[in-house]
């Protein structure tokens, strides 16, 4: 059942192939100091760069450079971003970048004038922000995340071993996202299908959970079969438009909080993934793929009917002459091939998951309430080990 809910999204998205324009349209609506953000070069590789220094110039803004964003972007990154925001009085953070590039703005955006350690304030006691806001704006380079819509922010803090996200309100998400896929060509094929697996589990980790007729279940079977159709063409052929468009708008609806509507959520994959993500700093993605066929097999018998209509509507799998267990099984062994068609890390060893850091794991894995089963911490180290045997 829908139930109650607001809806809002207020960030405006710029899309297709001429999209960069939309910031002659955006920049003059603030000040004139940019913080500039972005990660490790690739978009002065790819010529983004360029363009967009070219356009902030034309706009006559004085830019300030934060780079070397990291993927997994750490407090300690944080500090030294808010510190800048200060210093240059920045009046717009422009991220330019993937999610971390993304998610790091958005955290430097409510933590420069924050008067209290922000780690503390935002990531571990979780509280509203009440303190002036930075606005954010977002050139994408990367399909994944969906933070160019929604108000998601992962810091990661490497000492504590914690890797956590806050999703702030309406006020702190991007005041407009341009999203061109042919930005996405560049991809080395590890991010493009870390990035496709990420937006796959946003949408399971909605999908399973709740057993009504919901108008979100029919909408994310809907985005599942054109990601998989289009992750297909896409790995085949990176300079696809038509894929690499589809794609990326998938990754957009799959966590801008539309579909969440009328469904609890579950989100423990991405709970375990954070948490193999805060001791082996290894991609978001793969920490995703890893843990999913465990936990979806560990999870099957308490949402059996659900896993049955995702193996039929999803995977085509025919019911005729099965178990109910059948066609649930089923459904999962085709998702299985699909990840390993793709080139998925299964086998949470690769990501260097060590026997020895099992506990430690699942300390730092947060269970949630809103899927078809309450985990246990033997359940976490199982679904782990089961991974690191696959
Ligand atoms: O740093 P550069 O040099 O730019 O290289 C990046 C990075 O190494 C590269 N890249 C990005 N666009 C490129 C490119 N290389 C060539 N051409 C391009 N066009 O890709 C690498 C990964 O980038 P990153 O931003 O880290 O990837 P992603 O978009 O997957 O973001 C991951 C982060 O987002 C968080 C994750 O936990 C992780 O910290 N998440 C944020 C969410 C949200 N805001 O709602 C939800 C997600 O579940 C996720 O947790
Ligand atoms: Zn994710």
């Known amino acids: 059942m829908l139930g109650n809910f607001v809806y809002s999204n207020p960030t405006k998205i710029y899309f297709g192939e001429d999209s960069l324009k939309g910031l002659y349209e955006e920049l003059p609506k603030y000040g004139k100091n940019v913080l500039l953000v972005y990660g490790g070069g690739s978009i002065k590789k790819n010529g983004i760069y360029d363009k967009v220094m070219s356009i902030l110039e ?15 972007p750490t407090v300690q990154k944080l500090y030294e971003g808010c510190k800048l925001a200060r210093d240059s009085k920045a009046d717009l953070i422009l991220a330019v970048g993937g999610g971390s590039v993304c998610d790091y703005s958005k955290a430097v955006s409510v933590s420069a004038y924050c008067d209290t350690d922000p780690w503390e304030k935002y990531y571990l006691k979780m509280e509203d922000v009440d303190n002036r806001i930075i606005p954010v704006g977002c050139v994408l380079t990367m399909a994944g995340t969906g933070s160019e819509m929604n108000g998601g922010s992962v810091i990661t803090n490497p000492e504590q071993k914690l890797k956590i996200g806050h999703v702030f309100g309406d006020n702190v998400m991007p005041k407009f996202s341009i999203l061109n896929p042919v930005y996405t060509y560049t991809l080395p094929k590890k991010q493009m299908i870390a990035g496709l697996f990420d937006i796959m589990s946003h949408i399971l980790e909605q999908y399973f959970s709740g057993t009504d007729d919901n108008t979100s279940d029919y909408v994310m079977e809907g985005l599942l079969k054109s990601l998989i159709h289009s992750s297909e063409v896409a790995v085949n052929n990176p300079t696809d438009y038509e894929a690499r468009s589809n794609i990326m ?15 609890t ?14 001791h082996t700093d290894a991609t978001h993605g793969m920490t995703l793929s890893a843990v999913s066929i465990p936990y979806y097999r560990h999870i099957m018998p308490y949402g059996l009917e659900k896993f049955k209509r995702y193996a039929i509507n999803v995977w085509n799998v ?11 099984s089923e ?3 085709k998702m299985e091939e699909y990840m390993r068609r793709l080139g998925l890390v299964m086998n949470a060893s690769e990501l260097g998951v060590t026997p020895d850091m099992l506990e430690g794991i699942a300390d730092s894995t947060l269970i949630m309430t809103g899927g078809y089963k309450i985990l246990s911490r033997e359940d976490v180290i199982a679904i782990v080990k089961e991974s690191m045997n696959q």
């Open 331 to 333: 459904g999962l062994t």
């Open 58 to 72: 034309e706009c006559g803004k004085a830019v300030t450079e934060d780079s070397g964003v990291m993927p997994n």
């Open 318 to 328: 025919s019911p005729d002459g099965k178990s109910d267990e059948e066609i649930a």
């Open 249 to 263: 708008w998938i990754a957009t609806w799959a966590l801008n909080t539309f579909v969440a509507k009328g469904k």
């Open 265 to 278: 959520t579950d989100w423990e994959v991405h709970m375990i993934g954070q948490a193999i993500g805060a």
